[in-house]
């Protein structure tokens, strides 16, 4: 293998060693092609394409997910560095181009996501956003240069994969979990739902979100139910719930819709906390303010969240 990553049957492109890369930040073949927004059939077939040329298995593939072989992790070695460049390159020309700031953003799904990028171009940046279901993945994205500040949560009870090197800031220590039901569910005609009325109920959670399906896991064995589960992302479950078939976790942020209604769990068993992170305290200290007010709006925009923060005996504090 050359300086160029290549063989004598194909010349690696940008985008089979951003493939590669995702697969290995992921450890999914599935949370990769969502990533990079592929069809899961295509990435494998690729993959297989590179593993012939390269002439060696890259990836170990298990139940429990793909790890790099011996040989992987020389690709990836070369190839994460190479694409890192790349993508400062374009940011560079970009910036050049447009006689302004750039900011990679990347984030996991947010109600705050719109407000924060408005005023991030409010402040005379122009923000670029990745969204990704993953927060390790975005962790390690910023990690490897490939974004400048990465809004995340962590599951409770299942910590980050934090890379050596990013700072840090908490944005909420613990942010209360909810519940979506749909609006003629039994359960809705009290402002707190306990577990237990749920039981009965098909549940659906995205066990490609880091943490997830381990902390729902845990809070059914301690309020000692076992409901039915299905495995989906959160747009196929809000469809879902609007017709009666599921209930499912949402943010606090959410708000009620005709046909689909947000409310507290009994005791808020199911918490995450809410970190931005970056290479430098400048990059954090120039994203956060924006990111802080576009989120407390969002939360007075949402009837349940706004009881919450106003009657909670153990209000909400920012980091």
């Given at each position: 293998m050359g300086s160029?990553?290549?063989?004598?049957?194909?010349?690696?492109e940008v985008r089979h060693l951003r493939a590669l890369c995702a697969i290995a930040d992921t450890g999914s073949l599935h949370r990769a092609a969502r990533q990079l927004g592929v069809a899961q059939p295509s990435l494998s077939t690729q993959l297989r394409r590179i593993e012939q040329e390269l002439g060696g298995t890259l990836f170990v593939r298990a139940r429990t997910g793909c790890r790099p072989t011996p040989l992987g992790s020389l690709v990836l070695s070369r190839a994460r560095p190479l694409v890192a460049e790349m993508r400062s390159l374009v940011s560079e020309a970009r910036a050049a181009a447009t006689g302004g700031p750039e900011l990679r953003v990347g984030s996991t799904a947010s109600k705050a996501l719109?407000?924060?990028?408005?005023r991030l171009r409010a402040r005379g940046q122009d923000p670029t956003l990745h969204m990704n279901v993953s927060p390790n993945a975005l962790l390690r994205m910023v990690a490897d240069g490939q974004l400048d500040v990465a809004f995340v949560h962590e599951v409770e009870g299942s910590p980050l994969r934090?890379?050596?090197?990013?700072?840090?800031?908490t944005l909420v220590e613990r942010e209360p979990q909810f519940v979506y039901l749909s609006a003629d569910h039994p359960a809705t005609?009290?402002?707190?739902?306990?577990?237990?009325?749920?039981?009965t109920d098909r549940w659906m959670i995205d066990p490609t979100?880091?943490?997830?399906?381990?902390?729902?896991?845990?809070?059914?064995?301690?309020?000692?139910?076992?409901?039915?589960?299905?495995?989906?992302?959160?747009?196929?479950?809000?469809?879902?719930?609007?017709?009666?078939?599921?209930?499912t976790v949402c943010q606090p942020t959410a708000v009620s819709h005709p046909d689909m209604a947000v409310r507290r769990l009994q005791?808020?068993?199911?918490?995450?906390?809410?970190?931005?992170?970056?290479?430098?305290?400048?990059?954090?200290?120039?994203?956060?303010?924006?990111?802080?007010?576009?989120y407390w709006e969002?939360?007075?925009?949402?009837?349940?969240?706004?009881?919450?923060?106003?009657?909670?005996?153990?209000?909400?504090?920012?980091?």
């Open positions: 160029a990553l290549r063989s004598e049957g194909m010349n690696l719109a407000g924060w990028l408005r934090i890379p050596e090197g990013l700072r840090l800031r005609a009290h402002p707190v739902v306990h577990l237990s009325d749920l039981a979100v880091d943490g997830e399906w381990d902390a729902v896991q845990r809070m059914f064995r301690t309020a000692g139910i076992n409901p039915h589960v299905l495995h989906g992302d959160y747009h196929t479950a809000a469809a879902l719930v609007a017709t009666g078939e599921v209930v005791g808020d068993p199911l918490g995450v906390r809410l970190l931005l992170a970056a290479r430098t305290e400048t990059d954090l200290d120039g994203a956060l303010p924006a990111l802080e007010e576009a969002s939360a007075r925009q949402a009837p349940a969240y706004r009881e919450w923060l106003e009657h909670e005996a153990s209000p909400l504090t920012r980091g």
